[in-house]
Nanobody
Framework: QVQLVESGGGLVQPGGSLRLSCAASGSIFSINAMRWYRQAPGKQREQVARITSGGYTYYADSVKGRFTISRDNANNTWYLQMNSLEPEDTAVYYC?????????????WGQGIAVTVYS
């Protein structure tokens, strides 16, 4: 059983920073792409950032220059450093990974963690 667990969300004022973490556990052989998504109230889920096993990164235009995705391969953990937060960043953030177990390839989601930017 593979599980992703997010941490690091919470309340922050505009201009502040938060760092989200996503830890993968279980019988994991390898992790390919690691992603962060978010879903604001009344809106569709959108991909915020992605990092591949080769270190290639992607960012949504709305977060470029403010958010940084990184990964710790040794611990099957990845992070989203969020700086200069804006009220528009308020959402539930989800981590997602394309990974491989001994027997199959999976796309796994975390349970989500709330980020609220309030003024």
């Amino acid at each position: 059983q593979v599980q992703l667990v997010e941490s690091g969300g919470g309340l922050v004022q505009p201009g502040g920073s938060l760092r989200l973490s996503c830890a993968a556990s279980g019988s994991i052989f390898s992790i390919n792409a690691m992603r962060w998504y978010r879903q604001a109230p009344g809106k569709q889920r959108e991909q915020v950032a992605r990092i591949t096993s080769g270190g290639y990164t992607y960012y949504a235009d709305s977060v470029k220059g403010r958010f940084t995705i990184s990964r710790d391969n040794a611990n099957n953990t990845w992070y989203l450093q969020m700086n200069s937060l804006e009220p528009e960043d308020t959402a539930v953030y989800y981590c997602n990974a394309d990974l491989r177990t001994v027997i199959e390839n999976l796309s796994v989601w975390g349970q989500g963690i709330a980020v609220t930017v309030y003024s």
